[in-house]
């Protein structure tokens, strides 16, 4: 099967809203974190600061990455900061991006998840590849 993806499309035809994935300050605890990606399934954590401009996220393969690079125990993760761990200058799209444009930056960059920002680097949501597979292939609203 075959599909032609409709260029009228734009990232925030797609998006997660805020309030449908875990947002949390640079200050969170990373245990926190986890559980917070494990509530929502997805997998990631955006890390905001006060005013809502994206500090960096969080996913679960930057926490396997460096449980299997750092000499640390275990334990001794769940003390720290979420930020400590996270990536803090991650690929972000801005809302109002042609969704063709988003998808081939996640097919580039391998990820199944983009920050959306506004203009002045504000989180606006967040760019999931399931409800975008969804949408394209006619399955989703």
């Known amino acids: 099967m075959s599909t032609q993806m409709d260029k009228s499309l734009l990232v925030s035809d797609v998006m997660l809203p805020v309030g449908r994935f875990p947002v949390l300050k640079p200050a969170a605890f990373l245990k926190v974190a986890l559980e917070e990606m494990g509530k929502s399934r997805l997998g990631i954590v955006c890390i905001v600061n006060p005013d809502m401009t994206l500090a960096g996220i969080l ?48 097919e580039r960059k391998q990820v199944w998840d983009l920050p959306v920002v506004d203009s002045t680097g ?17 399955l989703g609203n």
């Open 122 to 138: 504000r989180l606006s949501g967040l760019l999931h590849l399931h409800p975008v597979v969804q949408r394209l292939l006619g």
């Open 59 to 106: 996913t679960d393969g930057d926490i396997r990455r460096q449980l299997l690079t750092m000499q640390k125990p275990f334990s001794a993760f769940f003390g720290d900061d979420a930020i400590d761990h996270a990536v803090t200058s991650p690929t972000t799209v801005r809302v109002h991006a042609p969704l063709f444009e988003a998808v081939e930056i996640m």
